[in-house]
């Protein structure tokens, strides 16, 4: 009776195991035939001949989908009413360097306008030297005298510098006269015209024939800062 048992026991065993195998086996089939399936899915779909010119993987997407490089083109109609838009914009003027500069007062704005008509750069540093210039010659609260801040005898009618002009800016331009067209004064031209040190173009102007009494070598010459002081009314012409 035992025995019986343990046969038939053993057999249901075997046939159990052999149902599992068996859907086992029918799993890994159907992976297989996914797994397939999977790969061609993926897989880019075949090249199209293009032209030169044409990029490849555009033309094959274009091939797919069944439209040309030429259906994408756009175009725009205008109807025949359409008018332009007129369009209106500020307008503008400009002005001279020497129209601004002829409209200052100070004896800042003289110094610059000198510097201009010369040719001479504007820098700080002749600023600064034809400041202290104008104020060896005329003092600074009073720069103006006679309309020749620098005491300059071209074109004054004063060959000792002590003549006049009708307005300030004639006075600049003569002042640009004087040292470009005589040669006594090319050492002051040579340090303007660079922008020098304003040792090295004060020491010109001692030495060269402006002043009879060459400004003492340098010994008469003040350093500190030049005060801004605005002429009167009509003096710039």
């Known amino acids: 009776m035992s025995n ?32 397939l399936a999977s790969v061609t899915m993926l897989a ?15 033309a094959s997407i274009d091939a797919a989908s069944g439209s040309s490089l030429a259906d994408e083109l756009q175009s725009l109609t205008v109807p025949g009413t359409a008018t332009g838009v007129s369009v209106t914009r500020d307008g503008y003027g400009a002005t001279s360097g020497l129209e601004n500069l002829s409209k200052g007062s100070t004896n800042r704005d003289w110094a610059v306008l000198v510097l201009y008509m010369a040719g001479f750069p504007t820098s700080e540093s002749n600023i600064t030297v034809m400041l202290r210039w104008m104020r060896q010659e005329n003092g600074p609260d009073d720069w ?45 031209v040579a340090g303007f015209e660079s ?4 040792a090295q173009i004060e020491a010109a102007i001692w030495a060269s024939p402006w002043a009879s009494s060459h400004y003492g070598n340098g010994s008469h010459w003040a350093y500190t800062p030049v005060p801004e002081y605005a002429s009167p009314a009509g003096t710039w012409g």
Request: charge should be positive.
């Open 144 to 188: 103006w005298l006679r309309n020749n801040p620098l005491n300059n005898g071209w074109g004054s009618g004063g060959g000792s510098g002590l003549g006049s002009y009708a307005n300030l800016v004639i006075a600049a331009e003569n002042v640009g006269n004087a040292l470009h067209g005589n040669p006594g004064y090319s050492a002051i």
């Open 44 to 58: 880019p779909p075949p090249s199209t001949a293009v032209g030169p010119g044409v990029d490849s993987g555009s």
């Open 4 to 35: 019986f048992f343990l046969r038939s026991g053993s057999g249901a065993g075997r046939s159990r195991s052999g149902r599992v195998w068996a859907r086992m086996l029918v799993v890994a089939a159907a992976a297989s035939v996914v797994g």
């Open 195 to 198: 922008s020098a040190p304003t």
